[in-house]
Structures are given as structure tokens and as C-alpha cells.
């Protein structure tokens, strides 16, 4: 089973709302990502987890805050948004961050936006 | 920082005809991986080459990685409808930090029937 499943789809939030972007992954890949992804540009670094641990922080605004409660799960917390976050959230993961398995697992994403 | 350029940016050909979209670098990767992402769907995993001068195959898709691991390629023979999409390539290198790829633009093909 190589599914990453990704919730909401679709989320609209106003710029003083608090919403979460939820991602699970039962491939017991030990590494999982978020990306942003706009229209027509290639999927954006945000965040890397390694063994739950924060790895990578691409210099994301402190609007976003990443969570990863345990292997399975990794979440995305969002407050004070501005219009211009508005994009595809995408969830990946892979089996390991070093080594030669590097290929990464896509979930559906979530269409955000933000009004 | 490294940079990973991919052409063409779009291609429309006729079913039946050629495809192919060009990865490259000026530094050596480490590894390079490819993905599609159909038009509203999200990047799909097809292929990671790690050896200097690897060819893979899947069907009618042949991914090519350089001699000097520097370049890369994927050539999709007589494309049909169902490969309409955007084609990625993702690389690393050895001074990447583990975890981040570099993705290329992308090449958009499509696929008059």
C-alpha cells in the first residue's frame, strides 16, 4: 500500500481563522514532508521530519507550525494567513531521508484557500 | 544553491508521436528521481536512478541517467492521452541537505488525440 492520504481536501479560512491540514501515512515510511505547491510551479520544500524529529525548516513563516505526533501522522497547524498562502498543501513521505530510498509518497494535498 | 533545469517547459504533440523531457545540472547528483502529476492531481513517484549511466524501463517510458550523473532524461515512445500531464524530475546532491530535493520546473506535455 503506497497511499499517503491527506484532509480536508478543500479548505477556505479566513486570515484570523486557526485550521489544521491533517496527512497519514501507514507505509512506516520513517520520513514525511510538507510542500506547497502553486499553480503551474513544481511542488515547494516547507518542512522534513526524520523519526518524528523536525529536520528541515525552508525559512517558513511562523504562521505555519508543523506537528508530528507520531510515525504515522504529521500534521500542519495554520493561523494568520494572507492570501497569498493560498495553494496546494502536499503531504509525502518516504522510507528513509538518507541512504538511496529517497523516492517520495504524494498524498492528494489540500486546495487551501485563503479569503 | 542548486539549481535543476528542465526543458522543454511544454510539449504538445499528436498521439502516437515522441515525448521526451531533459533534466539538467551543473553540479554531480547524487540521485535523481521522476514524478507525474496529472492535470488537478498531485506528483505521482515513476522512477529513481542512483547509477552513472543507468537506463530504466517501464513499458513505453525510458529513463536515462547521465555518464557524469550530471543530466538526465525520460523518453515516452507513441504517447497516448493517458500520458497527458506534468513530468518532474527531483535531485540531490551530495552537499544537499538529507531530505531536500531539488524539483525542476516541470515539462508540461500534452497529447492531441
Known amino acids: 500500500d503506497t497511499e499517503v492520504t491527506q484532509t480536508p481536501k478543500h479548505l477556505v479560512m479566513g486570515m484570523t481563522n486557526k485550521k489544521s491540514l491533517k496527512c497519514e501515512q501507514h507505509?512506516?515510511?520513517?520520513?514525511m514532508y510538507w510542500y506547497k505547491q502553486k499553480a503551474k510551479k513544481p511542488p515547494e520544500l516547507m518542512f522534513v521530519y526524520s523519526y518524528e524529529k523536525l529536520s528541515i525548516n525552508e525559512s517558513v513563516p511562523s504562521r505555519f507550525s508543523p506537528e508530528c505526533p507520531n510515525s504515522s501522522l504529521l500534521n500542519l497547524h495554520l493561523h494568520a494567513l494572507q492570501p497569498e498562502d493560498s495553494a496546494l498543501y502536499l503531504c509525502?513521505?518516504?522510507?528513509?531521508?538518507?541512504?538511496?530510498?529517497?523516492?517520495?509518497?504524494f498524498g492528494p494535498g489540500t486546495r487551501l484557500t485563503v479569503t | 544553491g542548486q539549481q535543476v533545469m528542465q526543458i522543454p517547459q511544454y510539449q504538445h504533440v499528436q498521439e502516437g508521436e515522441d515525448f521526451t523531457t531533459y533534466c539538467n545540472s551543473s553540479t554531480t547528483l547524487s540521485n535523481i528521481q521522476w514524478y507525474k502529476q496529472r492535470p488537478g492531481g498531485h506528483p505521482v513517484f515513476l522512477i529513481q536512478?542512483?547509477?552513472?549511466?543507468e537506463v530504466k524501463k517501464q513499458k513505453r517510458l525510458t529513463f536515462q541517467f547521465g555518464e557524469a550523473k550530471k543530466n538526465s532524461s525520460l523518453h515516452i515512445t507513441a504517447t497516448q492521452t493517458t500520458d497527458v500531464g506534468t513530468y518532474f524530475c527531483a535531485a540531490r546532491t551530495r552537499r544537499t541537505n538529507a531530505g531536500k530535493s531539488t524539483f525542476g520546473d516541470g515539462t508540461t506535455l500534452t497529447v492531441k488525440p
Open positions: 507505509m512506516g515510511h520513517r520520513a
Open positions: 536512478l542512483v547509477k552513472s549511466g
Open positions: 509525502a513521505s518516504s522510507p528513509y531521508l538518507t541512504g538511496d530510498s529517497y523516492e517520495q509518497y
